[in-house]
């Protein structure tokens, strides 16, 4: 059979543009790949390579992956604000700076031993491999700081899952942190992500037969995925996080505390104050000195007009011929999600200078303001008769989340009620609910915060295995 000239040079074109795309999406562009399979497989590789690297080698891209943060963290703090729309560029900046130098390294890994006439035992935390991580837009670098340095430290390689609404930002830092890497005398690809994330690449990635572990940052609905996927899971999910300030509070300090943790990076930490339980006795005093520090206190009308402005009201059982008492039900508008509180006051017609962090106001306890979590600056304040009254509705707004709390107090007695009572991952005491990750506080950061698994505040040794190493009758020189 004869073959015309031109099918073959056809067909000779074709394989090499295949070969050409092939190469191009399998070797990745620091990281980045067209598909999971692509970046789990090379994931893979690169984990195979830094086992056979000493730890010693580990740490010294740990301190690469802390350098370019921290040298970028203007940077990613910017494209941040502006790709989601959401925070403040300056407490950003913060909050990736405390993801860079305070997540703990290889120091975090410990080695249980045991020694005696029978010889030695060793337990020692080893890595499981390749971690899929998925990532939320509120905290997108950060969070892949915190991870990367964490998943390394453990020994492992990271496939980020990071939101589609934070693509450009994440995908930039996973670049930046590879990039890093690979100066330092790592290999390429410990952390990779697909090109166009979405919930199509999670499902996958979630389903990978190469992925050892999860680990979800995000609201209750990714958080149940990941428990429910079959794989080593680890959650941490959504906190709505009451602050109670008591007779005994020192007022000034107590109401500057809270308009700073309330406001931080427009209340997007899943750590933020969401709303104030406060003794009646001394609420106006509070109130005043909120004012003092950056509230604008709202009344009447406007907490009305502010309601229509950033939620979105539904009825349910509201058909018409139906008997059942309508519930009504409350949807966050995502467009005042982590907006200035400036921004949100102009839209029910109130204008106020920049030096204003948080809208405040008195509300029910049943208030929508109080049982969402709006991750807004807007705080509700609710009055109560006494500390059981308190810690009760704390207990009861903060939805068994278990996630942070926070008090205002000098009564020792007080406070230990509460945190006993509460019982969540982070207890605050007399300061800002974000010095519970690190932040002007002792003790080191976290942006994976696991209440559902246990895990608490996520470091290196959450992410490792423990393996059993015996030798009989010997190196025991007891
Ligand atoms: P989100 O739940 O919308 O998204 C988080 C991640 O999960 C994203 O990558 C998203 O793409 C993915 N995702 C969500 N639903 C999914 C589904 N059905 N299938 C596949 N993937 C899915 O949350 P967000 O808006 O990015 O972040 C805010 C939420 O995260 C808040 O509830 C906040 O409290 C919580 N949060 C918790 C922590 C913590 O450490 N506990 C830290 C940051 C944020």
Known sequence: MVIDQS????????????????????????????????????????????RKLSLETREKLIQAMRDVSLENAVLLSEMAVKETGMGRVSDKILKNQLAASKT???????????????????????????????????????????????????????????????????????????????????????????????????????????INMLVATGGPAIVKIVMSSGKKAIGAGAGNPPVIVDETADLDKAAKDIMLGCSFDNNLPCIAEKEAIVLNCI?????????????????GQDINKLMKVILTEKEENAAAGCTIKPKRTYMINKNFVGKDAKYILSKIGIDVPDTIRAIICETTEDHPFVLEELMMPVLPIIQVKNLDEAIELAISVEHGNRHTAIMHSRNVDNLTRY????????????????????????????FTLAGPTGEGLTSARSFTRQRRCVLVDALSIV
């Open 7 to 50: 099918i073959i040079s056809k067909i000779t074109a074709e394989v090499l543009a295949r070969v050409q795309e092939q190469n191009s999406s399998t070797s990745g562009q620091n990281g980045i790949f067209q598909t999971i399979d692509e970046a789990t497989a090379a994931a893979r590789q690169a984990h195979r390579q830094l």
């Open 104 to 210: 703990p390294g290889t120091e975090d890994l410990k080695t249980e031993a045991w020694t005696g006439d029978r010889g030695l035992t060793l337990v020692e935390m080893a890595p499981f491999g390749v971690i899929g991580s998925i990532t939320p837009t509120t905290n997108p670098s950060e969070t892949i700081i915190n991870n990367g340095i964490s998943m390394i430290a453990g020994g492992n390689s990271v496939v980020f899952s990071p939101h589609p609404t934070a693509k450009n930002t994440s995908l930039k830092t996973i670049g930046l942190l590879n990039e890093a890497i690979v100066k330092a005398g790592g290999p390429p690809n410990l952390l990779t992500a697909v090109a166009k994330p979405s919930l199509d690449s999670t499902n996958a990635m979630l389903k990978h037969p190469d």
């Open 419 to 446: 945190a006993k009572a509460i019982d969540t991952t982070i207890f605050v005491k007399n300061a800002p609910a974000y010095a519970g990750i690190g932040a002007g506080s002792e003790g080191y950061t976290s």
């Open 283 to 299: 609420a106006d005093k509070l109130i005043s000195n909120m004012q003092k520090h950056g509230g604008y206190l709202i009344s």
